[in-house]
């Protein structure tokens, strides 16, 4: 009888292997034969569910964003069942930090997909798809923070928005080349949303 396949498993193992040699070295050089050998499997059980190294590079990028999603709404759940808007902001900005093998494995590789995505018009449109998804999702939360008092009302919830979600890759790369640590890194977050939501020591 024939050996049965998780189609879907092994797509998320191609993706996982993808996303380990894109983070250790870019992917410019890697090739579908490097990432069967990295995932363990033949050449041609990776060319079964991707015809081309874009169309594999397009789902790796879909699934590292949703596993980034799905860690961020699990640190989320720990916070609680009503987590404060400036709770639920702080954690979302420390999961995006380089801190964990996890997360810094998906800032490295994003920064890998960001430079192909330059000269890759289909990658490019991904980023411009969930990043302002991100950017709306934490105005809407900013906005409504503001609505309940929680966030002073000079505050313009969509400029606040685009600032902190820069912040966490800034400081990633200090993390990444050693000249800042992780405390450092999220004393600066927390120094951040004293100044959106308010000193908690005043």
Do not use: C, N
């Not at 034969?33 to 991707?50: C, L, P, T, W």
Request: negative net charge; hydrophobic residues 45%.
């Amino acid at each position: 009888m024939p050996k049965q396949v998780d189609h879907a498993a092994r797509r998320i193992q191609i993706a996982e292997a993808l996303l380990r040699l894109a983070s250790r070295g870019g992917l410019e050089a890697v090739s579908l034969r490097d990432v069967a050998a990295e995932a363990g499997i033949s050449m041609g059980a990776v060319q079964h569910y991707f015809k081309s190294k874009e169309q594999m590079l397009l789902h790796a990028m879909d699934h590292v964003t949703k596993r980034a999603g799905e860690r961020i709404v699990a640190a989320l759940s720990r916070q609680g069942e009503r987590p404060s808007a400036r709770e639920v902001v702080r954690t979302v900005m420390l999961e995006m930090l380089a801190l964990t093998e996890d997360s810094r494995m998906e800032f490295l590789t994003h920064l890998a997909f960001f430079m192909r995505a330059l000269g890759s018009s289909e990658l490019a449109a991904m980023y411009r798809e969930w990043w302002p998804e991100l950017e709306r999702w934490l105005t809407g939360e900013l906005r409504s923070a503001q609505e309940a008092g929680e966030l002073p009302p000079d505050r313009d919830p969509a400029r606040e928005a685009e600032l902190l979600l820069s912040i966490p890759d800034g400081l990633s790369v200090g993390l990444l080349l050693g000249h800042r640590t992780g405390e450092e890194a999220i004393a600066t977050i927390d120094y951040h949303l004293d100044r959106v939501f308010g000193d908690r020591r005043s």
